[in-house]
T-cell receptor, first 117, second 114 residues
Framework: GENVEQHPSTLSVQEGDSAVIKCTYSDSASNYFPWYKQELGKGPQLIIDIRSNVGEKKDQRIAVTLNKTAKHFSLHITETQPEDSAVYFCAASPSNAGGTSYGKLTFGQGTILTVHP | KAGVTQTPRYLIKTRGQQVTLSCSPISGHRSVSWYQQTPGQGLQFLFEYFSETQRNKGNFPGRFSGRQFSNSRSEMNVSTLELGDSALYLC?????????????FGPGTRLLVL
């Protein structure tokens, strides 16, 4: 089955700095890669996702890159703010030939991001 | 539009008991997936339901079961509870398993087994 490795497990940055979280996956059939943010006492919230037909996607201060050959994808957060402090999870999911994902996500172990004011 | 709702939010049980957790998906969503979250194992996939049928199942013992109703609401049951079943149980919904829509998570049910 799929295995997703996520690094680092903890990341501490100063407000305004950039933060990068990296994930690798093992199953070449995986074609959908979402990132979730989880705050204390809440469920994971989708912040950005990417499908295998694109190499990069950006949404304001957040960007994700995907390298299918190397089987790794990364989350980039620029101009970090204290409210970005949370646990971030990457995930991977296989999809069919049409590019639609299945309802089974394999998650990385999570990264605790702390942004210091 | 209301998000995914899960009840109850907190639950305390003792070993050997059974428990039933409920999940109501976002209106219009027909696929429901369940995940277990623990500090040691992280987020692990339990099962996925669509049209009242289980489509995928994770690597959990048969004590973990689920079902989906015609209105897409889902329940999961854990029988003969063990201490290791203490976890946050998360439900996620999406339009359908073949959809480009992603999964949206509820707040979870925190289960403590004593």
């Amino acid at each position: 089955g799929e295995n997703v490795e996520q690094h680092p497990s903890t990341l501490s940055v100063q407000e305004g700095d950039s933060a990068v979280i990296k994930c690798t996956y093992s199953d070449s059939a995986s074609n959908y890669f979402p990132w979730y943010k989880q705050e204390l006492g809440k469920g994971p919230q989708l912040i950005i996702d990417i499908r295998s037909n694109v190499g990069e996607k950006k949404d304001q201060r957040i960007a994700v890159t995907l390298n299918k050959t190397a089987k790794h994808f990364s989350l980039h957060i620029t101009e970090t703010q204290p409210e970005d402090s949370a646990v971030y999870f990457c995930a991977a999911s296989p999809s069919n030939a049409g590019g639609t994902s299945y309802g089974k996500l394999t998650f990385g172990q999570g990264t605790i991001l702390t942004v210091h004011p | 539009k209301a998000g995914v709702t899960q009840t109850p939010r907190y639950l305390i049980k003792t070993r050997g008991q059974q428990v039933t957790l409920s999940c109501s998906p976002i209106s219009g969503h027909r696929s429901v997936s369940w995940y277990q979250q623990t500090p040691g194992q992280g987020l692990q996939f339990l099962f996925e339901y669509f049209s009242e049928t289980q489509r995928n199942k994770g690597n959990f013992p048969g004590r973990f079961s689920g079902r989906q109703f015609s209105n897409s609401r889902s329940e999961m049951n854990v029988s003969t509870l063990e201490l290791g079943d203490s976890a946050l149980y998360l439900c996620a919904s999406s339009l359908s398993p073949g959809s480009k829509e992603t999964q949206y998570f509820g707040p979870g049910t925190r289960l403590l087994v004593l």
